[in-house]
């Protein structure tokens, strides 16, 4: 069964600390891996993809990384700011020409306190 | 400005009735999806659509319906069918067939059966 599983499921860290949240799948056959960030009662914002032949890549102070041999992403961020409070989620697409199969894991809620 | 609009924020539901969500991008894509979200769950795939009058059902499409009449508009019927629809709705639309392209996201809608 395909499934993506994200810890923690919260985490709480001071403003400026740094913090990293990981993402273990069990997807096939793999497409790519993508990292949202949610604001509460808002819609997911897109903060990286990755294929299969990526295994790193930034987005201003979000660096994700992704080892396909291991089935393991993480999603790293630097000098962390007030409005990085939110739940990040962890997706994985299981190929295909549609983007009908994506595997979506629960989230992180990320809360950082001054 | 180019994105998805989805309206309304709030929806209010009485039993037995059936409600639309609308939802309306104009970012030229081919493909749109509607996801559902629940508290401390991933997203779940309602229906999705990849060309005009064309649609596929996903993982959860009991007791909604949809229509794709324009490629621009991809609206959300929760019919009376659908036994607890209290839920977040989210709709995405993305370029096809490219499977590794984004995936952008509405704001959403949250119903809730009064």
């Known amino acids: 069964k395909n499934q993506v599983e994200q810890s923690p499921q919260s985490l709480i860290i001071l403003e400026g600390k740094n913090c990293t949240l990981q993402?273990?799948?069990?997807?096939?056959?793999?497409?790519?891996l993508r990292w949202y960030k949610q604001d509460t009662g808002r819609g997911p914002v897109s903060l990286t993809i990755m294929t299969f032949s990526e295994n790193t890549k930034s987005n201003g102070r979000y660096t994700a990384t992704l080892d396909a041999d291991t089935k393991q992403s993480s999603l790293h961020i630097t000098a962390s700011q007030l409005s990085d409070s939110a739940s990040y989620i962890c997706v994985v697409s299981a190929g295909g020409g549609s983007q009908g199969n994506l595997i979506f894991g629960k989230g992180t809620k990320l809360s950082v306190k001054p | 400005d180019g994105g998805i609009t989805q309206s309304p924020k709030y929806l209010f539901r009485k039993e037995g009735q059936n409600v639309t969500l609308s939802c309306e991008q104009n970012l030229n894509h081919d493909a749109m999806y509607w996801y559902r979200q629940d508290p401390g769950q991933g997203l779940r795939l309602i229906y999705y659509?990849?060309?005009?009058?064309?649609?596929q059902k996903g993982d959860i499409a009991e007791g909604y319906s949809v229509s794709r009449e324009k490629k621009e508009s991809f609206p959300l019927t929760v019919t009376s069918a659908q036994k607890n629809p209290t839920a977040f709705y989210l709709c995405?639309?993305?370029?096809?067939?490219?499977?590794?392209?984004?995936?952008?996201f509405g704001q959403g809608t949250r119903l809730t059966v009064v």
């Open positions: 993402c273990n799948y069990t997807v096939s056959p793999f497409s790519n």
């Open positions: 995405a639309s993305s370029i096809f067939p490219d499977p590794n392209t984004e995936a952008f």
């Open positions: 659509s990849q060309i005009v009058n064309d649609f």
